[in-house]
């Protein structure tokens, strides 16, 4: 059962909203695009998931999308969460094209572009891993300390096209 649909992102909306009413040439033009990109990557990343949740038996599972919660004054956003009679699962949705290495030293999520240029991002592990403390502590506070919680990273990988 789906308690919250995936919803379209309101930061996508909004950047949407201002990269149409910026001026033609204005200097923070190419900033919104790039954001306004990096923001629909993080969306069909998460679309892309809830597919594969959507093959689940809906009976046995509650599934929750784009959940904020709030422990000890740190705010936290869980792409897709599921709940079954057994455990719980974070699962925290990429959406990413070119070549991916992981840096297990850096704790970091390497691309590399297809002019061989590369870009650094945080280890979706260690971001999975802060998720579910977060939310462990977030379950603890309520009284819903009963079930183990675990995380998983879905990667939707698109090769770099030449």
Same mark, same amino acid.
């Given at each position: 059962?789906?308690?919250?649909?995936?919803?379209?992102?309101? #930061?996508?909306?909004?950047?949407?909203?201002?990269?149409?009413?910026?001026?033609?040439?204005?200097?923070?033009?190419?900033? +919104?695009?790039?954001?306004?990109?990096?923001? !629909?990557?993080?969306? !069909?990343? &998460?679309?892309?998931?809830? =597919? $594969?949740?959507?093959?689940?038996?809906? &009976?046995?599972?509650?599934?929750? $999308?784009? @959940?904020?919660?709030?422990?000890?004054?740190?705010?936290?956003?869980?792409?897709?969460?599921?709940?079954?009679?057994?455990?719980? @699962?974070?699962?925290?949705?990429? =959406? +990413? +094209?070119? +070549? @991916?290495?992981?840096?297990?030293?850096?704790?970091?999520?390497?691309?590399? =572009?297809?002019?061989?240029?590369?870009?650094?991002?945080?280890?979706? #592990?260690?971001?999975?891993?802060?998720?579910?403390?977060?939310?462990?502590? !977030?379950?603890?506070? =309520?009284? $819903?300390?009963?079930?183990?919680?675990? $995380?998983?990273?879905?990667?939707?990988?698109?090769?770099?096209?030449?």
């Amino acid at each position: 059962m789906v308690l919250k649909e995936l919803p379209l992102p309101l #930061r996508l909306i909004l950047t949407n909203i201002v990269k149409k009413r910026l001026i033609k040439g204005h200097s923070k033009h190419s900033i +919104i695009e790039k954001d306004l990109a990096k923001r !629909w990557a993080g969306y !069909w990343g &998460e679309f892309a998931l809830s =597919n $594969y949740l959507k093959e689940l038996p809906q &009976e046995k599972h509650f599934i929750f $999308y784009d @959940l904020q919660l709030k422990h000890n004054g740190v705010h936290f956003q869980i792409d897709a969460l599921l709940i079954s009679r057994t455990h719980i @699962l974070i699962i925290e949705a990429k =959406n +990413i +094209i070119g +070549i @991916l290495q992981f840096d297990n030293v850096f704790k970091q999520l390497i691309r590399i =572009n297809n002019d061989g240029s590369e870009e650094s991002f945080e280890d979706p #592990r260690v971001q999975g891993q802060r998720l579910q403390s977060l939310l462990r502590g !977030w379950m603890r506070s =309520n009284g $819903y300390d009963f079930m183990p919680v675990d $995380y998983l990273v879905f990667l939707r990988v698109r090769p770099i096209l030449y």
